[in-house]
């Protein structure tokens, strides 16, 4: 059995060795080192994104102002549709005026009162 006496040079001398060694990362610890903050980065980035958006979507999905329309001859929804709100879709202002008014029926009469969304932006 043998016995190494240790000195406090010895001791000095490790200490030296152990503080000038460098820290070597393998290509996968590179990889991980550095894309674990791209991935934060890009996750927070992307949420924020969602959240701006949804918060954007909430704000113009207020009610349209409703406007009464006398029906002419011969109209059917789809001529009050583009005719009120020519810049927007009629099949989404014909669904409107539907719920809007509670139709049972397409047919409509001539001098029928209506209430037509107005989408001043035209359309959603």
């Given at each position: 059995m043998s016995t190494t006496a240790y000195t406090p040079s010895s001791?000095?001398?490790?200490?030296?060795?152990?503080?000038?060694a460098r820290?070597?990362?393998?290509?996968?610890?590179?990889?991980?080192?550095?894309?674990?903050?791209?991935?934060?980065?890009?996750?927070?980035?992307?949420?924020?994104?969602?959240?701006?958006?949804?918060?954007?979507?909430?704000?113009?999905?207020k009610q349209p102002a409703l406007v009464t329309v006398t029906v002419g001859s011969g109209e059917s929804l789809w001529h009050v549709a583009q005719r009120t709100n020519p810049k927007a879709d009629p099949r989404d202002v014909v669904k409107e005026i539907v719920s809007v008014n509670g139709l049972q029926s397409t047919q409509l009469s001539a001098g029928?009162?209506?209430?037509?969304?107005?989408?001043?932006n035209g359309g959603r």
């Open positions: 001791f000095a001398a490790e200490a030296r060795q152990a503080a000038s820290v070597r990362l393998t290509r996968r610890g590179r990889l991980v080192f550095l894309g674990l903050p791209v991935v934060a980065l890009l996750t927070a980035l992307i949420l924020g994104l969602t959240l701006a958006v949804s918060s954007a979507d909430a704000a113009t999905d029928q009162q209506l209430e037509v969304p107005s989408f001043e």
